[in-house]
T-cell receptor, first 114, second 115 residues
């Protein structure tokens, strides 16, 4: 079974600054997929960024980028130029190779301060 | 933009009662999921469903839980005899034909309160 760990329950960052959210995971699979989801106060989870484990290049999506270290089983999210609208819970998630089970970490509550 | 819709948004029930939570996935999606989030805790996988059968389920998804796709559009989660610890937010999600590379689209959730 997979486990996903987010060691930072809460973080805060000043508007326009950069923040990095940590995520580690444990799996015996070699091929899998990793995601960061955002859950704003409205509750609906939204995909922020995804990474295929077989790709060495780190995924980037506008102000969001990841640092994927496969050997270390680490998948951190960097948010550049933080905006007030980035305030939310952020969940790291692992999708198994079969694609039928997405496992979430415990979440990191991010507060962007003006 | 297509979205996953869930009803009810909030349901209060007495312990021991049966509850059915309903979801309408995105119309051309093939994979369906239920997750739950107990207040202040992590989002937990319950079950995935594909081709009219359960594809994977967690240890949480015991005999009191069942899922069904009764009419080709709805995807339901039934809890036969609710317990206090079933109080949680339940999220439905769906994904397209290639879940590995596609994202899961989540509904806004159904809050279940068991008294």
């Amino acid at each position: 079974a997979q486990t996903v760990t987010q060691s930072q329950p809460e973080m805060s960052v000043q508007e326009a600054e950069t923040v990095t959210l940590s995520c580690t995971y444990d799996t015996s699979e070699n091929n899998y997929y990793l995601f960061w989801y955002k859950q704003p106060p409205s509750r609906q989870m939204i995909l922020v960024i995804r990474q295929e484990a077989y790709k060495q290049q780190n995924a980037t999506e506008n102000r969001f980028s990841v640092n994927f270290q496969k050997a270390a089983k680490s998948f951190s999210l960097k948010i550049s130029d933080s905006q007030l609208g980035d305030t939310a819970m952020y969940f790291c998630a692992f999708l198994n190779n079969a694609g039928n089970m997405l496992t979430f970490g415990g979440g990191t509550r991010l507060m962007v301060k003006p | 933009e297509p979205e996953v819709t869930q009803t009810p948004s909030h349901q209060v029930t007495q312990m021991g009662q049966e509850v059915i939570l309903r979801c309408v996935p995105i119309s051309n999606h093939l994979y369906f999921y239920w997750y739950r989030q107990i207040l202040g805790q992590k989002v937990e996988f319950l079950v995935s469903f594909y081709n009219n059968e359960i594809s994977e389920k967690s240890e949480i998804f015991d005999d009191q839980f069942s899922v069904e796709r009764p009419d080709g559009s709805n995807f339901t989660l039934k809890i036969r005899s609710t317990k206090l610890e079933d109080s949680a937010m339940y999220f439905c999600a769906s994904s397209g034909g290639v879940p590995k590379t596609g994202e899961l689209f989540f509904g806004e959730g159904s809050r279940l309160t068991v008294l």
